[in-house]
């Protein structure tokens, strides 16, 4: 089994800072592209930043230049630092990894999600 964990989230004023985290863990042959998303209630769920197991990174136009997504492969981890927070930014924040097990099955996992609420 693999399992995604987040952690980070919680209630910031505007312009302020957050850092999440998502920990994937279980029988992990080989990770590739690790991603970040979020999802308001009614919407649909949106890529925010994807990162290559290269280090390739691309971000949603609204968050270049603000957030930072990064990686620590020696723990299977991925984090979105992001600043300057704006109410917009409000939502639920999903972790999202392609994993391939030790019995070589390749798939998309996800974490349960984690809220950020940014305050105006």
């Known amino acids: 089994q693999v399992q995604l964990v987040e952690s980070g989230g919680g209630l910031v004023q505007a312009g302020g800072s957050l850092t999440l985290s998502c920990a994937a863990s279980?029988?992990?042959?080989?990770?590739?592209?690790m991603s970040w998303y979020r999802q308001n209630p009614g919407k649909q769920r949106e890529l925010v930043a994807h990162?290559?197991?290269?280090?390739?990174?691309t971000y949603v136009d609204s968050v270049k230049g603000r957030f930072t997504i990064s990686r620590d492969n020696a723990k299977n981890t991925v984090y979105l630092q992001m600043n300057s927070l704006k109410p917009e930014d409000t939502a639920v924040y999903y972790c999202?990894?392609?994993?391939?097990?030790?019995?070589?099955?390749?798939?998309?996992?996800w974490g349960q999600g984690t809220q950020v609420t940014v305050s105006s």
């Open positions: 999202s990894a392609r994993i391939t097990t030790i019995l070589g099955w390749t798939s998309d996992y």
């Open positions: 279980g029988r992990i042959s080989s990770i590739k592209g």
């Open positions: 990162i290559t197991s290269e280090g390739g990174i």
